[in-house]
């Protein structure tokens, strides 16, 4: 019998946001994503040392996200709740959280409420109650 795959210890990223997850992995992902949220950015085929995505996360990832250019919206997606729900399982407050996305601790706190925000329990903790 087969393992299951284990759940990554993020939470799924949404479909705009997966061609960039494929090509830069999480971190680099979220500085793309904070950096660029909400604009166009143009992305070349072959980047160049003066290009601000080069800057950002180096030319070997901007390199991968050219490859997968066609995939990518026009603008860089802000996907507020689901950067939310990331930060969280990096252990961020909420509060330290809506600085960041610039949102109010109620949107974050309405966010992380959602069935499937928040890590399920470990099933072989025993419970204390």
Known sequence: MA????KPPFPKPPAQV????????LEDTLKLLEAFGGTEIYIATHPTARSQVVDLIGFPKAKMLADVEARLQSRVPLVKEWRAK???????????IARKLGVADAS???????PGARPEADPNQPSLF
């Open 108 to 114: 974050v706190r309405r966010w992380l409420a959602k």
């Open 86 to 96: 990331v930060y969280y399982s990096q252990g961020l407050k909420t509060v330290e």
């Open 3 to 6: 393992k299951p795959e284990p």
């Open 18 to 25: 997966e061609p960039y997850m494929e090509a830069l992995g």
